[in-house]
Every structure is written in C-alpha cells, then in structure tokens.
C-alpha cells in the first residue's frame, strides 16, 4: 500500500463512526457470501425451466473454461487490489457485492433455470474451492455471476483506463459464456444491468464519496 493510501486509511479510520461502519461493511460481506454458498448447493437440486434460446442454438459449444476463469478472476482480484487501495471505493465496494450476491440469491428463487441445452459445464477451481463447495454447478444461471460481478468492478473503478479494460473485458467472459452454453442470452444481457443498480443502491445508501474523508 503506497504512503497516500496509508494516510487515507489511517484518517477514515480514526473515527470511531468509521470504524464501526467499515467493520459492519465487512461483517454484511462475508455473511451474504456465505449465505450465497449455502444458496447455490441448494438451488443446484430445484428444478427449473429451460429457455427457447434462438442464439446458443445457432452456436456450437465450445469449452473455454480456461480463458473464462482467468480473464474473469484476473480482472476481478486486479480490480479489487486497486479499489482497497482507498476507504471510500473500498466501503462501496463491500455493500455493492452484498447487493448484488442478494440480488442474485433473489432472481435465481424467483426464476429457476434448467442449464441450456448442450451445456458444457464451466470448470473454475477458484468457483468450485469456495462458492460452489467443491462441486461442478450447472444452474447457476440468472443473472450471470461472471458477467455481472466483472461489471460491478469496472462501475467501482475510477481510473478510465482501468474502467476500458475491465468493461472490455467483461465484454469477452459474456460472450464466451455464451459460447460454451453456461449461460442463456437473457443472463448475461440482464447482468450489467443488475451490477449498475447494486452499484446505484450502495452509493445512494452510503452518500458515496470517492475521497475517504470523514
């Protein structure tokens, strides 16, 4: 952590009102995290619909599960390396992937999915280590966790130049998810909508301010 960033944390955290506001942030975090865990090992035994999808029928599946998890974790952990870096992205940070793990929790219950026709399941070791309790998931489905989480950390970062590759890049894991038929359309369509009103709600929530300053 360069000197600015030391001296920002140390001001935001000075305050005992901070404090208590960051370690609830943190607490809300890890308990909707693993609220999800329990949720997706139950949702993977619910029956749901399969969708009519006129463009994965048009696409032959192919398996990229490698560039999948790498460009996705990549981008992801590089986002948050440079969003810890200041208290007031990183506060924003914790309740916008509170939000949008709930938000999932909330549209996968109210919709369940059948996986495509023709999946080929999406084998990420850092997935299957911790959210999916060492298994290969196959409905986890609307709206993409992928798509949408890559999203959220390109709406979180400030620098444009960062913003551009992440937005890029979420581009490319949407599209390849289609290809290997994890996913319906309508899934990943809907996921950059669903990252920006997480990201919407958690600023309004938090009087977001960019500066940690107290």
């Known amino acids: 952590m360069n000197p600015d960033s030391a001296k920002s944390w140390k001001a935001y955290l000075r305050h005992a009102h901070n404090r208590k506001e ?3 942030l943190v607490l809300l975090a890890i308990g909707v995290l693993y609220g999800i865990t329990c949720f997706l090992s139950w949702n993977e035994n619910r029956p749901g619909q399969v969708i009519d999808d006129v463009l994965l029928s048009a696409i032959p599946a192919r398996d990229l599960s490698i560039f999948i998890g790498l460009l996705t974790n990549g981008l992801i952990f590089g ?9 007031g ?4 940070t914790l309740l916008s992937l509170a ?3 709930s938000l999932r929790m909330f549209a996968m219950y109210i919709f369940p999915l059948d996986p495509p026709i023709g999946i080929i399941p999406l084998r990420d070791l850092m997935l299957e280590n ?3 309790s060492n298994k290969v998931m196959v409905r986890d489905l609307f709206f993409s966790g992928h798509t949408s989480n890559i999203f959220l950390v390109g709406l979180l970062l400030e620098n444009k130049v960062f913003k551009k590759i992440v937005f890029v890049g979420c581009f490319l ?3 390849m998810v289609i290809i290997q038929h994890v996913h319906y359309t309508i899934d990943v369509v ?3 909508f669903a990252a920006y009103l997480s990201f919407f709600i958690a600023r309004t929530i938090l009087g977001y301010r960019t500066r940690a300053l107290i």
């Open 190 to 192: 809907v996921a950059p």
């Open 79 to 87: 986002g948050l390396v440079v969003l810890v870096l200041q208290p």
């Open 22 to 24: 960051f370690i609830f």
């Open 89 to 92: 992205t990183f506060r924003l």
């Open 130 to 132: 911790t959210f999916y």
């Open 173 to 175: 894991v949407g599209c």
């Open 99 to 101: 939000i949008i793990c």
